[in-house]
């Protein structure tokens, strides 16, 4: 393929191939550049892009705007298009191993109450027992502070 000032271009599934290593495991391991979060990146048109999006869409289609590339085999560095998957950003932090993935997946509070009804409070969750018991342990230390009570 020549472009328009007249270099050969290699066709993008042939330079694309040139960086992937088929393991046993069925990953597509990336041999080329590795981003610090240790995700593939590859070049389309001079456009530096992950590499799992590349071949997400040309192997699959294209991936909506806001939506990001799950890797389902957990291997950042995997192109193989029949281990991603395309979901919302929630949806794939939620998948995660990450503390908050974590912390969405907990079922009782720290005193072993059922996350039923939660409310937030700043960054942590409180079950309705937990927040009751607060009220209730504020008014006391206002009553015995003397303080008006609100």
Known sequence: MIDKQGRHRRPVLARLFEQVVIRADG????????????YARFAIGGVQGQASRRAFELWR???????????LCRNRECVNPSHLEIVSPKENTLRGNTL???????????????????????????CQKCQTEQKRLRRQRRRASGLPYQ
């Open 100 to 126: 908050g993935a974590m912390n969405s997946a907990k079922t009782e509070c720290i005193r072993g109450h059922e996350f039923d009804s939660t409310q937030k409070q700043g960054k942590h969750r409180l």
């Open 61 to 71: 289609h294209e991936i909506p705007d806001g939506m990001q590339v799950d890797h």
């Open 27 to 38: 990953c597509w391991g990336w041999i080329g550049h590795i981003n610090k979060y240790w």
